[in-house]
């Protein structure tokens, strides 16, 4: 289970904390994993709902188990620095330091305010149509395709927009799975969703020297609605 901090997720999906700010709805982080992000966007006044299936887990367990993620992360960045690298110019422990900060934080607000962390799994989601107002979801559906074969990540997407305004929309990063292969039938999953009425553009962002691909999906019969970018 890992443990990004705010501006981690905002480096992943070329957001920014003013924007964040701004946004004026509810954004859904799923999953949620144990990110810092609903504590520390509550302070931007920003309300965020993090679904997770591991929230129906022991609260002291879920704990345990993000220092576990924490400590595979140390090692996948020391083994596999081409794909699990700190931000440029951060060293190592400092990065993971952002980890543990953020994992006290998510344990602290969890605490304070369960009804933030919903205990669910794609794809099927909890929550009425067009609920949120913008929807981010990282390194699930693309990242574990052994879990998530071309059916069940349409399905899910599918899920995320539903439960997304059609004047929002859902990011979603990475695109590659663990090993930093691309997803072969990522076209044609877009080409599903075309005819599903969602629109759907590949993005690029760019934070701290590192370029990154999001797919942003949005519901074709969408307003405009400022996103949470800079
Ligand atoms: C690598 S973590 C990513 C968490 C966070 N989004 C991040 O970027 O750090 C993957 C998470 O996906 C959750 N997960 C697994 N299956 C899921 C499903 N079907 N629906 C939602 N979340 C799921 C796991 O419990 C785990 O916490």
Known sequence: MTSRPLDEYCGLFGLTRAALGRLGGTVLDCPGGAAGLAAEADRL?????AVDPLYAVPPLRLVDLARAGRETMAEAMRTTPRLYAAPRHVRPEKYLRSWDRARRLFAADRAANPGRYVAAALPRLPFADGFFALTLS???LFAYPELFGPDEQLAA???LVRVTDPAGEVRVHPLHDAVGRRCPHLAALRGALGRRGVASEIVTVTSAGRARRVLVLRAASRRHRPAATA
């Open 138 to 140: 990282s390194y699930l």
């Open 157 to 159: 997407l599918l899920e």
């Open 45 to 49: 006044g920003c309300r965020v709902v």
